[in-house]
Every structure is written in C-alpha cells, then in structure tokens.
T-cell receptor
Framework: EDQVTQSPEALRLQEGESSSLNCSYT??????LFWYRQDPGKGPEFLFT???AGEEKEKERLKATLTKKESFLHITAPKPEDSATYLC???????????FGPGTRLSVLP | ETGVTQSPTHLIKTRGQQVTLRCSSQ?????VSWYQQALGQGPQFIFQ???????GRGNFPPRFSGLQFPNYSSELNVNALELDDSALYLC?????????????FGDGTRLSIL
C-alpha cells in the first residue's frame, strides 16, 4: 500500500533558526513527489515537484531534496511568515491517486 | 488570471441528506481533482476528471460522485451524508494529468454534518 509519513508532526523555531522537515514514502514506482504549503483556512499552495533521487529544487528560503525513500524540506533562516503546515504528496506510477502525508505544522516565532 | 474558486465556503447538513459542492477551475485547466481533508490530516484523493470523463478514483464509496462540464468546472455530489463526511472538501485544477502539471487548489468548502 502506498504511504507517506511526515516528521515532526509540529515544529517551533525561532526566527533565523534553520531546520529540516522529513517526508518518508513507500510507493510502487514514483512519478513525482510534491511539496505544498497550507495556511489556516486556505487550500494547499504548490511549492515544488521532484522526480528522481538526487534532485534538488530551491525557492527563496526553501530547498527540497529527494532520495529513493524520503524527501527533505530545508528551511534556511526562517521568518514568521513561513509559519504554515507543509504537506508532502507522491504520485505513484499507476493512476491519478495523489497520496498526501499528514503534514508538519511549522511555527516561526519572532 | 482567476484561480480555482469553490462554493459554498461553508455548509451545514444533517445525516441522510444530499449535498452538491461546486468548483470553477483555473483558466486553461482541463483537469479537476477532488479531495477530502479531515481536521489535522492531509487531503485524501476522491476522484479526478479529465475532459469531462472520470480519470481515476480513490477509496471512496459510490455515494461520492462527480461531474465535469464542457467549461471544465466540476461538481462533487455526496448522497446519504454520514457524520464522518464532516471535512474540508478541496478542489484542485491543472492544465493536464501528468506529474509535471502541478495542481492548484481552491480554498475549499467546509462541510459539517449534524
């Protein structure tokens, strides 16, 4: 069964304190791994797509990396506006069934 | 460029009733997917429509059904509502069905079942 887990469940950082979020997955063939950001009361906002192990993508203070079993979202010198829930999802080789993880709730304190 | 819009934003129903949720896809997008998101959890895939045809379905019972119109807007219908159907229902549109076509989400419809 395709599965995505994320850790930690919640993370509190001081402004400027860098850290990483983890997404571990088991899937029967990976077509893509996706990172989204979701603010309270809003729909998820697309951040990155990664396709193969070794790939990296960057956007402002965020950098996503991918291995054969997990992905990391590195946050460098975060600001309070980076506070949100970060969701990871995978698209298996078959079908259109995107499988989401439960998310990591990030709080960045000023 | 108008994004994905969903209506209504909030809805309260009772057990056994039926509900229809609506989604207008982003301009140029021919693919719409529906998700159910329970509180504190990630979205769960319900189904996807591509050019008016169902193109994939998650592990949801047949009382969850959908429709896509020629303008690519979409509806999600749920019959015989149960308490566990209380959730945020998200619609996402994309310009196609591949992994290189990122999904753009609306802000959802919050459905509460009493």
């Amino acid at each position: 069964e395709d599965q995505v887990t994320q850790s930690p469940e919640a993370l509190r950082l001081q402004e400027g304190e860098s850290s990483s979020l983890n997404c571990s997955y088991t899937v029967s063939g990976l077509r893509g791994l996706f990172w989204y950001r979701q603010d309270p009361g809003k729909g998820p906002e697309f951040l990155f797509t990664l396709y193969s192990a070794g790939e990296e993508k960057e956007k402002e203070r965020l950098k996503a990396t991918l291995t054969k079993k997990e992905s990391f979202l590195h946050i460098t010198a975060p600001k309070p506006e980076d506070s949100a829930t970060y969701l990871c999802a995978v698209l298996p080789n078959y079908g259109q069934n995107f499988v989401f993880g439960p998310g990591t709730r990030l709080s960045v304190l000023p | 460029e108008t994004g994905v819009t969903q209506s209504p934003t909030h809805l309260i129903k009772t057990r056994g009733q039926q509900v229809t949720l609506r989604c207008s896809s982003q301009s140029g997008h021919n693919t719409v997917s529906w998700y159910q998101q329970a509180l504190g959890q990630g979205p769960q895939f319900i189904f996807q429509y591509y050019r008016e045809e169902e193109n994939g379905r998650g592990n949801f019972p047949p009382r969850f059904s959908g429709l896509q119109f020629p303008n690519y807007s979409s509806e999600l219908n749920v019959n015989a509502l149960e308490l566990d159907d209380s959730a945020l229902y998200l619609c996402a549109s994309s310009p196609g069905t591949g992994p290189n076509q990122p999904q753009h989400f609306g802000d959802g419809t919050r459905l509460s079942i009493l």
